[in-house]
């Protein structure tokens, strides 16, 4: 079946610096999966960050990115300088639509905590 | 902006109990999602429905049975929980099948 991996346990980072969490997958469908990242914010619900349908194309929000790399079947998300309010659990996943219907399958989540 | 509401926000019961969780979109969604998030973290989907077809994963024990009375609401009913029933349960929508999904905050259900 479908799998995600992405970086695990918690990523702590001083203010202003860089972030990459890392994220492959691996797709059973014959087409391409649509890749996302999800984020929660503390206190709040799951919510997208941002998406990317398109192998070869790069997603953007928030100052993050991440780029839909098909022969490495990897999606890391990166952030040149984050900040205190980046602190969250982020969620790296794909979509595929089949003849079951849509799925979408999720990584185990990775939890950034920013210190200033 | 809230827009996928569940209720209640935890639960805690014990094994045998049917217990019944809420979920409202006000997105006008067409599909409605139903996922697990164990004490593992990871999710997993149990449920999508859309326009009255019901999809399940095939990992899903017969107890879980989801109902919906319209396309803004699905809820899910657990007929007789068991301890490995603990975990959050996510509710979630899209305007289709194929576009991103919305959230809710979570219902978290703790068996005893």
């Known amino acids: 079946g479908d799998s995600v991996t992405q970086t695990e346990g918690q990523v702590t980072v001083s203010e202003s610096k860089s972030l990459i969490i890392n994220c492959t997958y691996s797709a059973t469908s014959i087409g391409y999966p649509n890749l996302f990242w999800y984020v929660r914010y503390p206190g709040e619900g799951l919510q997208l960050l941002l998406k990317v349908i398109t192998a070869g194309q790069k997603g953007s929000s928030r100052g993050f990115e991440a780029t839909y790399n098909k022969e490495a079947t990897s999606f890391h998300l990166q952030k040149a300088s984050v900040q205190e309010s980046d602190s969250a659990v982020y969620y790296c996943a794909l979509s595929e639509f089949n003849s079951a219907g849509n799925k979408l399958t999720f990584g185990i989540g990775t939890r950034v905590l920013v210190r200033p | 902006e809230t827009a996928v509401f569940q209720t209640p926000n935890y639960h805690v019961t014990q094994v045998g109990n049917e217990v019944s969780f809420n979920c409202k979109q006000t997105?006008?969604?067409?599909?409605m999602y139903w996922y697990k998030q164990d004490s593992k973290k990871l999710l997993k989907i149990m449920f999508s429905?859309?326009?009255?077809?019901?999809?399940v994963n095939e990992t899903v024990p017969r107890r879980f049975s989801p109902q919906s009375s319209d396309k803004a609401h699905l809820n899910l009913r657990i007929k007789s929980v068991e301890p490995e029933d603990s975990a959050v349960y996510l509710c979630?929508?899209?305007?289709?099948?194929?576009?991103?999904?919305?959230f809710g905050p979570g219902t978290r259900l703790t068996v005893l």
């Open positions: 979630a929508s899209s305007w289709d099948i194929s576009y991103e999904q919305y």
């Open positions: 997105l006008g969604h067409d599909t």
């Open positions: 429905y859309n326009n009255k077809q019901l999809i």
